[in-house]
């Protein structure tokens, strides 16, 4: 079974740019969760998305976006990129969006550079 | 809101010895609680969890005791070896209004064995 799939693995950007990243679930999972991970906060929930709708939201700014398509591939936006977005994008998904009663299952990452 | 606080290391020890790793959250209400492990170059993976207080959570000779009274989840392993070798995170999970809240993670232990 393949695993949660995340691309691209690296990207480099330049402030005051939008970036997409993109989420594979692993086949069957409904639930897509993001996380940002710095070196200064670690790692932070962004959001979730079930069956197509946002869940729940963490305490990041509107210009951080997200969208789940009807195959449960999901697609996190940035708008007016600023340096301190500089980070490593974690992608996870599930079967139930429950994290105690599924586990979640982590991607590599996308690491996005700003400059 | 809620926090998860554990050493952060670098945690440096010889093949065999036995490994405390030390991990403290603030929440509310009753939490369900996890250690995820990543190992170089992976995505982070669920090592263990448990969902109430005494519970015990046990994988790959790993284990961690849920303690209220502590509000500690402390990771053990009686003899580490050095494919042990990784980043561990503990994390909790509040939520319980019918959607993934999202986990709050600690910052990270990171754990070297030495042959």
């Known amino acids: 079974k393949a695993g949660v799939t995340q691309t691209p693995r690296y990207l480099i950007k330049t402030r005051g740019q939008q970036v997409t990243l993109s989420c594979s679930p692993i086949?069957?999972?409904?639930?897509v969760s993001w996380y940002q991970q710095t070196p200064g906060q670690g790692l932070q929930f962004l959001f979730e998305?079930?069956?197509?709708?946002?869940?729940n939201k963490g305490n990041f700014p509107g210009r951080f976006s997200g969208r789940q398509f009807s195959n449960s591939r999901s697609e996190m936006n940035v708008s007016t990129l600023e340096l301190g977005d500089s980070a490593l994008y974690l992608c996870?998904?599930?079967?139930?969006?429950?994290?105690?009663?599924?586990?979640?299952?982590f991607g590599n990452g996308t690491r996005l550079t700003v400059t | 809101g809620d926090s998860v606080t554990q050493m952060e290391g670098p945690v440096t020890l010889s093949e065999e010895a036995f490994l405390t790793i030390n991990c403290t959250y603030t929440?509310?209400?009753?939490?369900?609680l996890f250690w995820y492990v990543q190992y170089p170059g992976e995505g982070l993976q669920l090592l263990l969890k448990?969902?109430?207080?005494?519970d015990k959570g046990s994988n790959k000779g790993f284990e961690a005791t849920y303690r209220k009274e502590t509000t500690s989840f402390h990771l053990e392993k009686g003899s580490v070896q050095v494919s042990d070798s990784a980043v561990y995170f503990c994390?909790?999970?509040?939520?319980?209004?019918?959607?993934?809240?999202?986990?709050?993670f600690g910052k990270g232990t990171h754990l070297i064995i030495q042959p």
């Open positions: 448990a969902t109430k207080a005494d």
């Open positions: 929440a509310t209400g009753y939490p369900s």
């Open positions: 996870a998904s599930s079967l139930a969006g429950q994290p105690y009663n599924s586990p979640l299952h």
């Open positions: 998305y079930f069956s197509e709708t946002q869940r």
């Open positions: 086949s069957g999972h409904r639930s």
């Open positions: 994390a909790l999970n509040s939520g319980g209004r019918g959607g993934a809240d999202g986990l709050t």
